[in-house]
């Protein structure tokens, strides 16, 4: 079973703009390799962190509206979104190590 969920350009404000908890959304495509391999690590993150943090994907080749109203220019890129608002961008893939460090305020 999945930790994380995925959105889609339709469902990103119900999902994302309008949630009670922080959401991290992760911009990804099929063919992007450094994208793969961060997915096991938010995998994890949502697991452990789930309580308090939800972590969605989006892909952006599905789904350009978003990436594109959030200038997401190269992939992976995160968004920590709180409020319905934008707080932190984390762009490529990095280690769970780097990744709990810039979630540290939401966790």
Same mark, same amino acid.
């Given at each position: ?60 080749? *599905? ?18 979104? *709180? ?25």
């Amino acid at each position: 079973m999945s930790n994380t969920i995925t959105i889609n350009d339709d469902s990103f404000k119900q999902e994302v703009l309008d949630s009670d908890k922080p959401v991290l959304v992760d911009f990804w495509a099929t063919w992007c390799g450094p994208c793969k391999m961060v997915a096991p690590v938010l995998e994890e993150i949502a697991g452990e962190h789930g309580d308090k943090l939800t972590v969605a994907k989006l892909d952006i080749d *599905q789904n350009p509206g978003a990436a594109r109203d959030f200038q997401v220019m190269s992939i992976p890129t995160m968004i920590l979104f *709180q409020g319905g608002k934008p707080i932190k961008t984390i762009v490529g893939a990095k280690g769970k190590a780097a990744l709990l460090k810039d979630l540290a305020d939401v966790l």
